[in-house]
């Protein structure tokens, strides 16, 4: 691209996002905190998925100072569905450093000092809340600086990765950086899509190369991504009780990682599609956990869903048992109050299905399902 043609292009971009922008709640403040929080939450979850968390989120902390004096239990629940759960420790941690030197830093080496900021977060923040000519770098600047160049190198590493951050440096615009990134994303996520881009809509048409070539679904180019990796679990959903006083089997995990400090349900690992096999596995491990009396009162609806490189199937079992100590670690949980614990997704929806099942039986316990 010539470089007397960067003016225009900016200000292509920038009329077409000040006048088609979508109407997001965090393009309405200049808080850092604030900004830190969504662009967070934003990293691998879609965008209305966000919002009703970011809204909730502030409302129960607004400032840093209130989410560091937060205890975690409380910051993991209220983070609770959105998946992803170091984020949720990292921001955390990052308003607690923001708190120990008293005030938000406001320049690219000190935001990516703050826990869980890295090159794009923290020049996500420097623009937008301080003005910081500091060019952002995700999956959709990717595709728009590839395409605009019609990049014939990998966009994900090495030079072309090299090619894909000079160019959006490049072409920032120094007077207002902080739209200009939010524009190049905004552009990435409604026009330049993976799949069938709008080009006869795009601001950019004139300067995008891809497009002149007649192929831009052609850009970026990317590797093969690996194939994922099956994971086959039984899960076993034990109730103690009926009605008010119905109880479920979970415990607090200790594991460090990603789900440290969520609540679990006893599950075992399966070697194989073998339905006969998972319901003896999660008997076995439910009798190992709750006694002897342990007993199948029905299956469950299998789950699937994906972690990073991991497609994992669930395969829930509901057991039943009369009075019965846990075995150490393992405590019982009202019903009502399981819905207010942090538990991850899956376990979440699970317990639903749980609810569900109670409530066909005839057991008003199942109510509480409706809460989670
Ligand atoms: Fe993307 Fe098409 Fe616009 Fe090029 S012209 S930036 S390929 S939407």
Redesign the pocket.
């Known amino acids: 691209m010539k470089l007397e043609a960067v003016p225009a292009l900016r200000r292509a971009l920038l009329r077409w996002y000040h006048a088609q922008a979508r109407d997001l709640p965090w393009r309405h403040t200049s808080d850092p905190y604030a900004i830190l929080v969504s662009e967070l939450m934003l990293q691998q979850t879609q965008v209305k998925t966000v919002i009703p968390y970011y809204e909730k989120f502030l409302k129960a902390f607004p400032t840093a100072r209130a989410l560091a004096k937060a205890p975690e239990d409380k910051v993991l629940a209220a983070w609770a569905g959105l998946g992803y759960y170091r984020r949720a420790r990292f921001l955390h941690a990052a308003a607690k450093a923001v708190v120990a030197r008293g005030a938000f830093p406001r320049d690219l080496e000190g935001l990516r000092g703050l826990p869980g900021v890295g090159a794009y977060t923290a020049a996500a923040v420097a623009s937008i809340a301080f003005g910081l000519p500091a060019a952002v770098v995700d999956g959709n600047v990717v595709r728009?600086m590839s395409?605009?160049l019609a990049l014939d190198q990998d966009a994900g590493r090495g030079a072309g990765a090299a090619a894909v951050r000079e160019a959006a440096q490049a072409l920032l615009d120094p007077g207002d950086p902080g739209a200009f990134n939010q524009a190049v994303m905004e552009?990435g996520a409604t026009?330049?899509s993976p799949a069938k881009?709008?080009?006869p809509a795009?601001p950019?048409?004139g300067h995008?190369a891809?497009?002149r070539a007649g192929e831009?679904e052609a850009y970026p180019v990317l590797p093969a991504r690996a194939p994922s990796r099956r994971v086959l679990k039984a899960v076993a959903l034990v109730v103690q009780g009926r009605g008010a006083r119905a109880q479920v089997l979970m415990k607090p995990r200790q594991a460090s990682g990603r789900l440290q400090g969520f609540w679990a349900l006893p599950e075992a690992a399966l070697a194989s599609e073998d339905e006969a096999m998972a319901e003896q596995k999660a008997l076995r491990e439910a009798r190992r956990l709750a006694g002897k009396g342990v007993a199948l009162a029905g299956r469950l609806p299998k789950l699937r869903h994906s972690i990073t490189v991991h497609a994992i199937q669930l395969w829930p079992f509901w057991f039943s048992v009369k009075a019965a100590a846990p075995r150490a670690g393992w405590r019982w949980v009202g019903l009502a109050q399981a819905g207010k614990l942090p538990v991850a997704a899956a376990e979440r929806k699970l317990l639903a299905t749980l609810g569900k099942a109670l409530r066909k039986s005839g057991d008003e316990a199942g109510e509480w399902g409706l809460k989670l």
């Open positions: 728009v395409r605009l552009l026009l330049c881009p709008r080009c795009c950019l048409q995008c891809a497009f831009p």
